[in-house]
């Protein structure tokens, strides 16, 4: 059974920063492209920022863009999503997801249909 279990979540004040974790169970991140998605409130979710496990790609939301870093350890088998100076518009829940096939254009943003999502963690930014 594959689980992907967010933590790290939490209220912060605008310009802080907070670190997303995402541990994976059942699969092998060494095959998956990873990403990390959010949703606002009475807003679609988007995705953020993902990284291909086969061509090298990542992308990043220009909303995000020179704020967060995605990253994985793939002997941990944990995805993390760095996030700095953060806005009180970056406040929504936020999801890790795998997906078998990248590059990470698709997996965020052209074809947003990720083969495993995680529960999603709330973060929310004060001013």
């Known amino acids: 059974q594959v689980q992907l279990v967010e933590s790290g979540g939490g209220l912060v004040q605008s310009g802080g920063s907070l670190r997303l974790s995402c541990a994976v169970s059942?699969?092998?991140?060494?095959?998956?492209?990873i990403g990390w998605f959010r949703q606002a409130p009475g807003k679609e979710r988007e995705g953020i920022s993902c990284r291909s496990n086969s061509d090298g790609s990542t992308y990043y939301a220009e909303s995000v863009k020179g704020r967060f870093t995605i990253s994985r350890d793939n002997n941990k088998n944990t995805v993390y999503l760095q996030m700095d100076s953060l806005k009180p518009e970056d406040t929504a829940v936020y999801y890790c997801?795998?997906?078998?096939?990248?590059?990470?254009?698709?997996?965020?943003?052209?074809?947003?249909?990720?083969?495993?999502w995680g529960q999603g963690t709330q973060v929310t930014v004060s001013s």
């Open positions: 997801a795998v997906d078998r096939v990248g590059p990470a254009f698709r997996v965020c943003v052209t074809d947003p249909t990720p083969d495993y």
């Open positions: 059942g699969l092998s991140l060494d095959y998956y492209a």
